[in-house]
């Protein structure tokens, strides 16, 4: 804003210099900082004034963003075990619930894995029919205490064995009642969604730190993270809504959320981040895209003046106000930004005072 002030100004004042004859009508005098325009000066004429008065505005802020899936929403489905892939059962684009088969891989460790709960769940009925039978033993006057006690003991720890080997099943969604002794490993989605991505190939060998070989995401609702800078923290808060514009879709406007604002800040930047929750029920924004976050504040009262009535000095801006018939004071403000050709103020100026709206820059040449 400052940098158009400065070349507007420099063009009026060009402008004014080049112009002939009308200084010589001009009859002022000059004190400190006012003005006093003489009753028969033709600059009067040039001049127009208006009050000013505070009215609500919503202040606006922009910043940069980029389109990312909700993390809670985004499963990378990688293979559990080192084996060979020998079915798929979605392909790209496909829909798919919670817990839907991904694909089927013959797994080694896998086979190892249901072979432990075989031996375990053996084990501990044995440990149990040991532990009967001493009670029963015990009850009948035949059986000794120490041999019943370490059965007991004997039967908790095969039952735990058991236990950890039917909760190392359902990791995998493996239900242990149903298992055939090797069977080979079905992978499923954790998540309900699309598969956005899908480099499962039948009869492939892979290990278990290959990475995943499926993605499935739930994009109706994705998060935009903007950069907020310093300065405009306090004036953002959670729940605040929001505009959002992709850089590929100019001109198309998506409302979204203020989700979270991070509690730290990046020392480089000066900024923090936002995530801004906003509805994609159309698919229009996609992960990893550059969007514009509009924020916008809840409306308080402001005092607007046209940018034609703000001149520029060095760094400062200042006004010309009216203080009394034919007396204009220059009168030094502060800006917080530019809405269309209106300036919204900081500071300088209070309801009701009348500044000269046009032609100011005749007052400046008189200075």
């Not at 009753?39 to 963003?65: C, D, F, M, Q, W």
């Not at 080997?165 to 149903?178: T, W």
């Not at 306090?234 to 992709?246: G, K, L, M, R």
């Not at 929750?277 to 607007?304: H, W």
């Amino acid at each position: 804003m400052e940098r158009f002030l400065v070349i507007s100004l420099a063009c009026l004042i060009i402008s004014c210099h080049n112009k002939t004859g009308p200084s010589s009508s001009m009859n002022y005098k000059i004190s400190g900082d006012t003005i006093l325009i003489s009753g028969n000066s033709n600059l009067k004429e040039k001049i127009r004034t208006a009050k000013v008065s505070a009215t609500p505005y919503r202040h606006k802020r922009s910043a940069s963003g980029i389109v990312k899936a909700i993390p809670n929403n985004y499963a990378q489905i990688a293979p559990p075990f080192s084996g060979r892939i020998i079915k798929s059962f979605v392909r790209l684009g496909q829909r798919v619930a919670v817990n839907a088969p991904v694909f089927e891989i013959s797994a080694p460790s896998f086979f190892e894995a249901g072979k432990a709960y075989y031996q375990a769940k053996q084990e501990m009925q044995l440990a149990d029919k040991n532990l009967r039978r001493q009670k029963d033993l015990l009850k009948n006057g035949v059986g000794i205490q120490k041999d019943m006690e370490e059965a007991e003991v004997s039967y908790e720890l095969s039952k735990r064995d058991y236990e950890n080997s039917i909760a190392s099943l359902n990791v995998y969604h493996v239900n242990p009642a149903e298992m055939v002794l090797g069977q080979p490993l079905v992978v499923r989605s954790p998540i309900a969604g699309e598969v956005i991505a899908d480099n499962i190939v039948i009869g492939q060998y892979v290990r278990d730190d290959a990475g995943p070989i499926a993605l499935v995401a739930e994009l109706s609702k994705v998060w935009v993270v903007g950069q907020l800078k310093e300065k405009d923290i306090n004036s953002i808060h959670e729940s605040d809504e929001v505009e959002i514009e992709a850089a590929g879709i100019p001109g198309f406007i998506i409302p979204g959320i203020v989700y979270h604002i991070s509690e730290m800040l990046d020392e480089t930047t000066r900024s923090v981040e936002v995530f801004i929750e906003c509805s994609n029920s159309g698919r229009n924004l996609k992960p990893g895209m550059y969007a514009t976050v509009q924020f916008t504040e809840k409306a308080d009262n402001s005092i607007l003046i046209p940018l034609s009535a703000v001149l520029q000095m060095e760094e400062s801006c200042f006004v010309f106000v009216k203080t009394g018939n034919n007396r204009y004071l220059k009168r030094m403000i502060k800006t917080l930004a530019t809405d269309n050709d209106q300036v919204i103020l900081k500071s300088g100026l209070k309801a009701d005072e009348e500044i000269v709206t046009e032609g100011a820059f005749y007052l400046l040449e008189a200075k």
